[in-house]
Each structure stands twice: as C-alpha cells, then as structure tokens.
Nanobody
Framework: QVRLVESGGGLVQAGGSLRLSCAAS????????MGWYRQAPGKQRELVAS???????NYADSVKGRFTISRDNAKNTAYLQMNSLTPEDTAVYYC??????????WGQGTQVTVSS
C-alpha cells in the first residue's frame, strides 16, 4: 500500500551536515505520522524524530538542536536535516510511517557514517 525509499546518506566528517529524504508511494502520505529511526550495529533501533500529519515534531534528546524533521505533502516526501554531526550519529537511518494504529511502513534504510 505504501512504499518508503530513503536517500541522502553517505560519509561525512564530524561537524558536517547531511539531509536525508524519504519518498513515499501512494496517496495517503498526508495521513501518516512520519518518523526517522536509526540503528547502529549491535545496538537497539531508536527513534530520532517524528512529525505528525499536522507537522507537530518530537526529537530524541541526543539530536535536539541539531536535527530537523520536516515533510512536504505535495511531494510525498519527509526529510531529516542533520547538522553538527558526530561519530555517535553513525547508523543506518530508517524512514517510518504509521497510519493510525493499524499499519506501519518501513524504508530499506540508508547508511550515515560520520568520521572523526
């Protein structure tokens, strides 16, 4: 029903910036609560940021002031702007969408590597 495809990951030096994009298929994107999760090897997946259909946002304490989640419903795309990156931000970043309480959609993930 909904497919999510992340892009924009890569290798960046500490202090640098990246912008991740999540392109969604289908016609219900505007109804989804969107989120970005990340998972480092051997570690638990964690929620980084979320944004509701009304553009209310929440952030993990570790990224507050550095990351910004946004969405463009006309383009069926969610974004994660990441600034002041540190090696601790290195992980696979996953786009997530939730339709009400019934459906969850996941992207395939994109690698972000921050070098020191």
């Amino acid at each position: 029903q909904v497919r999510l495809v992340e892009s924009g990951g890569g290798l960046v030096q500490a202090g640098g910036s990246l912008r991740l994009s999540c392109a969604a298929s289908g016609s219900i994107f505007g109804m989804l609560v969107m989120g970005w999760y990340r998972q480092a090897p051997g570690k638990q997946r964690e929620l980084v940021a979320s944004i509701t259909s009304g553009s209310s946002t929440n952030y993990a304490d570790s990224v507050k002031g550095r990351f910004t989640i946004s969405r463009d419903n006309a383009k069926n795309t969610a974004y994660l702007q990441m600034n002041s990156l540190t090696p601790e931000d290195t992980a696979v970043y996953y786009c997530h969408g939730k339709l009400g309480r019934a459906y969850d959609y996941w992207g395939q993930g994109t690698q972000v590597t921050v070098s020191s």
